[in-house]
Nanobody
Framework: QVQLVESGGGLVQAGGSLRLSCAAS????????MGWFRQAPGKEREVVAA????????YYTESVKGRFTISRDNAKNTVYLQMNSLKREDTAVYYC??????????????????WGQGTQVTVSS
């Protein structure tokens, strides 16, 4: 089992940047594919980005391509989401999640077994 703790959220003006971190407990972090999801008020949780166990494969939802970067440091048990050129529509609670079953990455919520508590990102105009 793994526990996930997100940090780095906050209030930022449109066009600004934030870097989210997700720290995982345990010694098996490198066996989990990781994903970042977000949920805005009144909307369903959606995948933002995902990364394979080694970090060699990544996925981005269309709306964040070219602006967000997912990365991981397996030695530090941490996955990151660098968010640049933020827009108001990026406002949401951001969650990281861990998937032990897929060797690559998954974009499906149901594939992820473990979730963090979420961190709020608010982008003002």
């Amino acid at each position: 089992q793994v526990q996930l703790v997100e940090s780095g959220g906050g209030l930022v003006q449109a066009g600004g940047s934030l870097r989210l971190s997700c720290a995982a407990s345990g010694r098996t972090f490198g066996t989990y594919a990781m994903g970042w999801f977000r949920q805005a008020p009144g909307k369903e949780r959606e995948v933002v980005a995902a990364i394979s166990r080694s970090g060699g494969s990544t996925y981005y939802t269309e709306s964040v391509k070219g602006r967000f970067t997912i990365s991981r440091d397996n030695a530090k048990n941490t996955v990151y989401l660098q968010m640049n050129s933020l827009k108001r529509e990026d406002t949401a609670v951001y969650y990281c999640a861990a998937d032990r079953r897929n060797s690559g990455y998954s974009t499906q919520l149901g594939s992820y077994e473990y979730w963090g508590q979420g961190t709020q990102v608010t982008v003002s105009s």
